[in-house]
């Protein structure tokens, strides 16, 4: 593959990750302000949540085994058809009235198809890696950062300046533009330019046509990545409750809808030194030091979010997101491509993402809970502790 192929690669998938960020940023950030718009209550919008993040944790699985079998259908269309599905339940938002029920089943419905479609981008992104391509997942990811960003500081102003509803006018229109990215990257995989590696092998020798293992059996064939998964959810239960409860952690210190949008922005323009150096971090370290390394530095980030007094050392607290969540987003996906083979890769990038989920889904409920019957600083302790656990089991199970 030529230089300009290769760049041609790169924007291609770069058109993926940036929208797709873009959206999780506004609403994934938003969340809570969208849904006290509508009148849900703080336990109300972590029940909401909690469901969310746990149907996309059943579903999944089912949606790694239907792409690992997929035959008509690429990576790329099944990322085009979740991504209708986002766009689809925001526009029945728009025109929906404020009831909690229809509300609530519309709203679970969206946020699920949005982090479904999270493992499906990622494996997109591994399909040419574990080709020999030279595709910069790292710098990928971080102009997704960059692009979750300035949509958090934009929106923030947005929704303070309109309405909570502009959150589902963006979400259309990203996602409309990240349907149009997917007709442009071929995954096909016994067909297209992209189905061959930089050797040139026959497409019979590809290893991804041997037959991919069953749940059951990849959880008993690879049971000590299975236990860093449990490290890995428990890691994302304070990272879900600082980003899905940030208004309310940032409203006793006189934060507002704007402030939430700068608090996010601040986290995600850190991320950026981390993914695209990461390459290069590659070349010095190993994977799972650098996946015990992001480990550690989520418990140092909740840490601090507890300890902080006002909105500058919550902001410090989110620049961590550079050494915590940065690093162990780039670091997971080289990870599970190492300790993974290729006929289980999808089955194991997704499952690392559902370890994401789980700690969602606990986090969401968890949070929502806390603030219902205690407090912030509540909240922010037990996280706190979730997450040192979680350090521990992932320094524990990391493997070469």
Known sequence: MDRHENAKLNLQYISMQMPYWMGYSVLGTFTSVFLLSRQFSNGQIGLVLAIANLVATLLQPFIASFADRMKKLTLSHLAAVMAAFVVGFSL???VLPSQFLPVALIYILLYTSLILLQPITISVGTFFISRGYGLNFGVARGLGSLAFAGASAVTGVLIERYSANVILYLMMGIFLFFIVATFWIDTRK???KYSVSLTEMEVSAIPELEEPSSLPVFIKKYKRFMVLLIGVSMLFVFH???NSYMYQILAPLGGTEANVGSSLSIAAVSELPTMFLFTWLLTRFRCKTLIRVAAFFFTVKAVLMLAAGNIAMINVAQSLQMLGFALHTTASVYYTNQIIPQKDLIKGQTLMATANTIGGIVGSFLGGQL??????????????IISAVGTIIVFLAAED
Not at 371 to 384: C, D, E, R, Y
């Open 92 to 94: 029945i938002l728009i």
């Open 190 to 192: 016994k067909a297209g």
């Open 240 to 242: 879900t409750i600082g």
């Open 371 to 384: 603030l219902n019957f205690f407090s912030v600083q509540a909240m922010l302790l037990i996280g706190t």
